[in-house]
């Protein structure tokens, strides 16, 4: 972003959370014809629709939540170059960003916490995992061997530079946290085979902390939380329904370690 447009920038933590997001799971392509920020076609959905898509009316162009079918994913399009172009002026980036990804300067050096806490969260709440693991030390005690209890949150990204943006934000605000090489042979999905790394959040006073202070706008990530937090544990390969039903208590928890 050129200084004129640095000084035209309205920055405040609506747009920081949006630009966020975008880091996490959007996209713009090389032309600059379309722009996109897409999710899970089901743990997503309530998030992109009762939050991401009115953020994104609100600060650029109206949008209509849609699936991708070719994809299989559900999400923000946007096809107006002036709406793209004002994105771009703000700090989103072009063409691939898997190895570039970063959070713009003018974001990261930004004097107000609340800023930093709305990039935090809109890339968790897109690129972010809350899960919980078993005990890794070897216990006599059953229930620490059977149940997932050890809470973690996660970032993965291919973007080394990025998760030591993120990992300085988390330290300016108290949080501690780890990057580790996630898989040194290379990580692949449907664009890219590339290293990546993972940034994790282990301390439980940590992650506590993270949603206390940072928190999260995506039901996907609320529900996984407020399971561990009502339960002591977080059953694994569970869907959001699952979890609002173990909420409402009409679907006990435990059940998913009984075997038959």
């Known amino acids: 972003m050129n200084q004129k447009n640095n000084e035209n920038a309205a920055i405040d933590s609506g747009l920081a959370e949006l630009l966020g997001a975008f880091i996490g799971d959007g996209w713009i392509e090389q032309s600059r ?102 005990s890794r030390a070897k216990t006599s005690v059953e229930w620490k061997r059977t149940y997932h209890y050890i809470p973690e949150i996660t970032i993965t990204s291919c973007s080394k530079a990025l998760l030591i943006q993120v990992f300085t934000l988390l330290e300016r605000l108290g949080i501690h946290a780890k990057i580790r090489s996630k898989n040194i042979e290379g990580f692949r999905n449907n664009r890219n085979v590339n290293n990546s790394y993972a940034l994790g959040v282990r301390r439980i006073d940590d992650v506590q902390r993270w949603f206390e202070i940072i928190g999260s706008n995506n039901p996907r990530h609320q529900t996984r939380y407020l399971v561990w937090k009502k339960y002591g544990f977080l059953p694994p390969r569970t869907n959001i329904t699952q979890r609002k039903a173990m909420l409402s208590e009409e679907l006990d928890p435990y059940s998913f370690y009984i075997t038959k």
Do not use: M
Not at 104 to 123: C, V, Y
């Open 33 to 134: 014809k379309a722009f996109y920020i897409t999710g899970h076609l089901l743990e997503d959905k309530e998030y992109y629709d009762s939050f991401l898509g009115p953020l994104f009316s609100k600060y650029f162009h109206e949008v209509k939540l849609k699936e991708f079918p070719y994809w299989h994913v559900y999400g923000i399009a946007c096809y107006k170059k002036n709406i793209i172009q004002k994105c771009i002026n703000y700090g989103f980036q072009t063409g691939p960003k898997a190895l570039t990804a970063k959070i713009p300067q003018i974001f990261f050096d930004h004097s107000n916490p609340e800023i930093s806490k709305a990039i935090l969260r809109g890339i968790f709440d897109t690129d972010g995992c809350f899960g919980c693991g078993k």
